[in-house]
């Protein structure tokens, strides 16, 4: 079963604009990833950040971690029409697998 | 550097049909992992390797075998396809064994139909 899942399932913005995405997670971990995917492509690793820290930035990214809420948000500001992908958590516990959720749909209209 | 390659880009098979999905990375990475992405769940780990010689099931296994004999290549073996087996497959890579400690480096993905 998925270990993380996003909210919301999609999310369109106007360009300019700064876009936040949830992931929550049910058990304990290790670290929180973040991805993006363009259409057609594989995913790109965003940001990484590990249980014992609390924020991560990334230029125009923000990752917060709260895991006594088993939950982390990505936040990207000033968004711009190349930032229209999808974008998924993933988290690492003390195994060797990275369990994904389903994905935050961003659109950015120009 | 290539990166993370993935071959066929495309494919199409007929039921009870076998194939190998290849996947090479260049960049000395111990761990590799396979997943399929459906609509609406994300992606589903199949099979990974924590380094040569060593392999193990994910969340999603069954119909599906891997073999690591070297560093670079960890190809997945679809051994009789099955319509529930088209998806997109994606290889991944990173750079030590504790895989899921570290970003992972993605190809682009084998789009894979089943009739």
């Not at chain 2, 039921?15 to 992405?37: I, P, V």
Request: charged share 15%; net charge neutral; proline share 3%.
């Amino acid at each position: 079963s998925q270990q993380g899942e996003e909210d919301p399932q999609a999310l369109s913005i106007q360009e300019g604009e700064n876009a936040t995405m949830n992931c929550s997670y049910k058990t304990s971990i290790n670290n929180l990833q973040w991805y993006r995917q363009n259409s057609g492509r594989g995913l790109v690793h965003l940001i990484l950040i590990r249980s014992n820290e609390r924020e991560k930035h990334s230029g125009r990214l923000r990752v917060t971690l709260d895991t006594s809420k088993k939950s982390s948000s990505l936040l990207i500001t000033a968004s711009r029409a190349a930032d229209t992908a999808s974008y998924f958590c993933a988290t690492g516990g003390n195994d060797y697998k990275l369990s994904f959720g389903a994905g935050t749909t961003v659109t950015v209209r120009a | 550097n290539a990166g993370v390659t993935q071959t066929p880009k495309f494919q199409v098979l007929k039921t009870g049909q076998s194939m190998t999905l290849q996947c090479a990375q260049d960049m000395n990475h111990e761990y590799m992992s396979w997943y399929r992405q459906d609509p609406g769940m994300g992606l589903r780990l199949i099979h990974y390797s924590v380094g040569a010689g060593i392999t193990d099931q994910g969340e999603v296994p069954n119909g599906y075998n891997v073999s690591r004999s070297t560093t670079e290549d960890f190809p997945l073996r679809l051994l009789s396809a099955a319509p529930s087996q088209t998806s997109v497959y994606f290889c991944a890579s990173s750079y030590n064994g504790q895989g899921n400690h570290q970003p992972q480096h993605f190809g682009d993905g084998t789009r894979l139909s089943i009739l």
